[in-house]
């Protein structure tokens, strides 16, 4: 133990003693008149700019210093911004000798700088800025992450994204990508006349769907208050009260499990159109997420480690069809009302080599049989339709069989023998029977009592309020949900929603 010890108390000591050093290095700066933090800088250029300008124009860019090779009497150097890198020549002939003195002791990689100067290209044709001005408009106090080898400890790289940014370029790509994905969407919805709306974050009851929300309590009012978990509920009065299309982008929070699909802490979009249905989503959620990733510049992903195509049509997956096919069955044989039939729904997960216990619910059963057999073998999302009643509670039934409900998921596979599953989106023909929804929530709420182990005779419905407005009439009505993270996961070709959220929840760091 004493032996691994050693080395870090002298990387911390060697750490601590270039801070102080570069603490020193400012104040002598400071005492010399010369201010290392000015307020502005004269960028007339990107560093893309500057190099795209015609050789011996004049350019002034800025950014910061990520490579400095010294040579005596001149130095290369390369300056990054947000548009990216530029080479500079640095030489004491074109600067002069106070300058370029100045720049040797005091100038350093991760400092910001600004310099002007004019474009040349160098015996190996890289285009170069030929400084004859050079500020410094920030010194760093903290050395850089090693360049050549980047920043690779993964928690490090989340816990200090600022790091992970400077020393991995292409992180810096996803996220580029996160918000074009994010503005394509909008820019689909908006020419379809769909409005953005915003609704309560803080609110009476947590949203509709069944997770556990974060609590906390307003003083003022005296009164108990949760974060969001779902938009349904306030977006269906909306189209109750007269909305015909409406849509929002915004965070939900979920105080439950941290794996590489969740965190408690995400970005969703929901949206509802009146006078649609199920189908109408289905083809919205194709436009949707071909659009994404065209502004993302990708059509073919590599993800879980299978090529996903991303160009329509998608797989549109009738589950009664599928069943039939793959199984040689009618899905109706293990179907009962809302319910599922257990006998022949265990039977048919033992042929198939679905292993469960007595104990696992018929939900867990038909999910195995659902996405390890008639999911497979797919390179492009798959729009599954017509579930069973039995998991889709909230949808409306199909006309005629009231054991299918008008409802779809959309999902991603691996490789078969991984049966890496994704799921991207939800979609329903909402609901509008004010009874019939009343009697979901009753349902509903009994259940989660129960698994809470508490009363079941006297829990409470998630949103009376949301009732009332139903009684007022809703058109047919179709809703859907996709997961921006996942999406975003998706067309990046990422496999941990960490890589795809800049700063994710994190335990406490143990301290050492």
């Known amino acids: 133990m004493e032996n ?4 870090a108390q002298k990387h911390n000591n060697a750490l601590d003693e270039i801070i102080a050093q570069r603490y020193a290095e400012a104040e002598e700066l400071k005492a010399a008149g010369i201010n290392p933090y000015p307020n502005h800088c004269d960028k007339k250029q990107t560093c893309a700019e500057a190099k795209a300008a015609p050789d011996d124009s004049e350019v002034c860019t800025a950014g910061r210093l990520v490579q400095l090779r010294l040579m005596g009497k001149a130095a290369f150097a390369h300056l990054r911004d947000f548009s990216g890198k530029i080479q500079l020549y640095i030489a004491k002939d074109n600067l002069g000798d106070e300058p370029y003195a100045f720049f040797k002791k005091h100038m350093a990689v991760g400092d910001f700088v600004c310099v002007t100067g004019h474009m040349f290209v160098t015996k190996t044709g890289e285009r170069t800025i030929k400084a004859t001005q050079l500020d410094l408009i920030s010194k760093a106090i903290r050395p850089m992450p090693e360049k050549f080898h980047g920043l690779q400890d993964t928690e490090v790289r989340f816990r200090k994204r600022h790091l992970d940014l400077i020393a991995n370029e292409e992180v810096k790509d996803i996220f580029v990508k996160r918000a074009k994905i994010i503005s394509s969407i909008r820019q689909t919805l908006d020419g379809k006349n769909y409005l953005e709306v915003e609704t309560p974050v803080l609110t009476p009851d947590s949203g509709g769907a069944v997770a556990r929300p974060f609590q906390t309590y307003h003083n003022a009012l005296k009164m108990p208050l949760r974060l969001r978990i779902a938009l349904e509920l306030y977006h269906k009065r909306l189209i109750v009260g007269g909305f015909d299309r409406i849509y929002e982008i915004g965070h939900m929070f979920r105080n439950e499990g941290i794996d590489t699909t969740h965190n408690p802490e995400f970005t969703m979009m929901e949206l509802y159109q009146a ?55 009618d899905i109706h044989e293990v179907l009962d009302g809302r319910q599922f039939k257990r006998e022949p729904l265990a039977k048919l997960a033992k042929e198939q080599g679905i292993s469960f216990s007595a104990a696992d ?5 038909f999910d195995e ?15 599954a339709l017509d579930y069973p009643t039995a998991v889709s509670p909230f949808s409306k039934t199909k006309p005629g069989d009231p054991e299918l ?23 329903y023909t909402e609901l509008n029977d004010p009874a019939d929804q009343l009697q979901r929530l009753k349902d509903q709420a009994i259940a989660k009592a129960k698994a809470q182990g508490e009363d079941a005779e006297n829990a409470d419905i998630l949103d009376g309020d949301y009732i009332e407005a139903l ?27 960490r890589e795809i959220i800049f700063f994710p929840t994190l335990k406490p760091q143990e301290e050492k």
């Open 4 to 7: 691994t010890a050693k080395p």
């Open 275 to 329: 006078y649609g249905d199920v189908n109408t989503m289905a083809d919205l959620f194709e436009e949707i997420v071909s659009n994404a990733a065209k502004a993302a510049g990708v059509e073919k992903v590599l993800f879980h480690g299978k090529e996903i195509s991303l160009v329509p049509p998608f797989k549109r997956l009738y589950i009664p069809v599928a069943w039939k096919e793959k199984f040689g069955h």
């Open 361 to 365: 619910p018929d939900s867990k059963l």
């Open 369 to 383: 049989l659902f996405e390890t057999k008639l999911l497979s073998g797919y390179n492009c999302p798959v729009i």
């Open 405 to 427: 409900v008008e409802r779809f998921e959309a999902f991603v596979t691996g490789p078969e023998a991984s049966h890496a599953c994704t799921e991207l989106g939800n979609a």
């Open 471 to 497: 009684e007022s009439g809703m058109p047919p009505t179709g809703g859907m949900g996709i997961g921006i993270d996942r999406l975003v996961m998706l067309i990046t070709g990422q496999e941990s929603i």
